[in-house]
């Protein structure tokens, strides 16, 4: 079977542009990730957006003078950079494509998000606050994984401290465990900096058919990228319904079903990983994928951030590029961004933030809809 | 005369949550829908929910989320029904050393504000046993 390789990366930085549009924004990261790949001609383009409207990847390829080939929008919440990753590398596999670039836009609006996905009454009755059901989340987590306040403070030190090193990130200033204690309590347990900000941003790849499970050459080979929805059940799951089943410990999260397929498609798992970039909405939220993503076993999440496993030169380094927390999020943009880190990490291009001999990476993120995606990469 | 208007229709009465009873998989659901969101078998049943439950999970809403017109902060949680069935709900007690895991938690139609016209609007929440 054919094997796809990540050829050229580019980024525009995560933050706020204030005179810049977002399909400026993708022009920088197309053009840097064409550029990277020596300028190869594609023939398709898929684009992750969420809040672009209709036809932004369009735009952007407008502004190259590089239409003509299919070029395709696809949304799925904070995965739609990985929904679209997954659709690109399946067509290459297919051997409908011998190049196809992919890349994630996004400009989003300030605040609490507000998303056409709630009902009208469900805003009305207070019943679509987005922070509350990750505290909620993060109540039940501290509650089975003996995780404290303190600890979901660590997470965000952890990461203000990676991102220092990252010049794509918006923040990059470290912080205390009690300045983040001290940030306005949003939603109990979660307090302002515990939470990743929406912002703007791109990131691109392109991705070329290769021989399978090459392993000789310096490249880096995508070796699976998968999307998942929801199963029906948990009260508390992404896809944010007004009920869950009270018997739902059989009931995989949706972050565990695309890592399933993940790690099968790859015919990896999660010992054979040496660094993660995460979903890191919120402080728990990381916690819970290293739970969900398999990464540590069940009730374990806070021991292993206690212990510094997932610190750069832990164990396993979660979020080397600061994560959300540092990067804020642009919906379209974060899954590829994380594959841009992993890449520059399997390159061992990293500067002082790199993994040191990483060989095997994984990249998660989740959100609406439900909506999961995961990434392995390997050199 | 200012009258009082359910938040949305089909939700609940004055006295009960409105769910619905899958005869295929016995499962309970809520809202009420016309087909089973577990299963999807279409043989469903409306039925009345328990007006009584236990704290599960909660927390405050601190600032007002868009377009949200009541007061702050307000409680919100999930409360575990009889029929094995967690309710996601605003909770009629916002402050939080009042609530515990496991605790009775009971109905309460509540309002949530009030219209230019001087109609109020209610909807579900849940308010500690010992309260109510
Ligand atoms: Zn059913």
Not at chain 1, 48 to 59: D, F, L, M, Q, R
Not at chain 1, 125 to 143: D, H, I, K, S, V
Not at chain 1, 313 to 325: D, E, K
Not at chain 2, 118 to 126: C, E, L, P, R
Request: proline fraction near 6%; charge should be negative; glycine fraction near 12%.
């Amino acid at each position: 079977m054919t094997g796809v390789a990540i050829v050229g990366i580019g980024m525009h930085p995560f933050g706020r542009f204030e005179d810049k549009t977002v399909t400026e924004m993708g022009v920088e990261a197309v053009r840097a990730a064409l550029g990277d790949a020596g300028d190869p001609e594609f023939q398709a383009a898929f684009c992750g957006t969420a809040y672009s409207g209709v036809a932004a990847g369009h735009k952007v390829l407008g502004a190259l003078g590089r239409t003509g080939t299919p070029i395709v929008d696809v949304e799925a919440g904070c995965a739609s950079g990985g929904a679209a990753l997954m659709l690109a590398a399946g067509a290459i596999r297919a051997g409908q494509y011998d190049c196809a670039l992919v890349f994630g836009i996004e400009k989003m609006p300030k605040g609490i998000i507000r998303s056409s996905f709630f009902e009208p009454w469900r805003e009305e009755a207070g019943l679509a606050a987005t922070p509350a059901y990750f505290a909620l989340r993060a109540q039940r987590l501290m509650r089975e994984s003996g995780v404290t306040k303190d600890l979901l403070a660590q997470v965000v030190v952890k990461n203000r401290r990676q991102g220092v090193h990252n010049p794509d990130a918006m923040f990059r200033a470290e912080v205390t465990a009690d300045e983040v204690l001290a940030s306005r309590l949003v939603c109990e347990p979660l307090h302002l900096w515990m939470l990743c900000s929406p912002n703007e941003g791109a990131a691109a790849v392109v991705l070329r058919a290769a021989p399978a499970r090459d392993g000789g050459g310096p490249g880096v080979t995508l070796a699976a990228a998968t999307l998942r929805s929801h199963l029906p059940g948990s009260a508390l799951h992404e896809g944010t319904p007004l009920s869950g089943l009270a018997d739902d410990a059989d009931i995989p999260a949706p972050t565990t079903l695309a890592a399933t397929a993940a790690y099968e498609e790859a015919g990896l798992g999660p010992a054979d990983l040496d660094v993660v970039e995460c979903q890191d909405t919120d402080a728990a939220r990381e916690l819970l994928s290293y739970e969900e993503l398999g990464l540590c076993p069940q009730g374990e999440s806070g021991e292993w951030i206690a212990e510094g496993v997932t610190a750069l030169g832990g164990r396993l380094p979660v979020n080397p590029s600061g994560g959300l927390l540092s990067k804020g999020e642009p919906l379209g943009a974060s899954a590829l961004g994380q594959v841009v880190e992993l890449t520059r990490q399997l390159r061992g291009g990293a500067g002082p933030r790199q993994v040191d001999g990483a060989r095997t990476a994984l990249g998660h993120t989740v959100g609406r809809g439900a909506n999961a995606s995961v990434v392995l990469l390997q050199r | 005369m200012p009258g009082v208007r359910p938040v949305h229709e089909g939700l609940f009465t004055p006295e009960h949550l409105i769910g619905g009873r899958c005869d295929a998989c016995r499962r309970h659901h809520f809202p009420a829908a016309t087909t089973c969101p577990y299963c999807g078998s279409t043989a469903v049943t409306e039925v009345a929910l328990s007006d009584t439950g236990t704290l599960w999970a909660w927390t405050a809403v601190t600032a007002p989320p868009p377009g949200y017109r009541g007061e702050v902060p307000f409680g919100f949680g999930v409360v575990e029904l009889p029929e094995g069935l967690r309710v996601i709900t605003r909770l009629g007690e916002s402050d939080l050393s009042r609530l515990s895991f496991g605790q009775a938690m009971k109905l309460d139609i509540a309002p949530l504000h009030e219209e230019d016209d001087g109609t109020a609007v209610v909807t579900y929440s849940f308010v500690p046993s010992e309260c109510a």
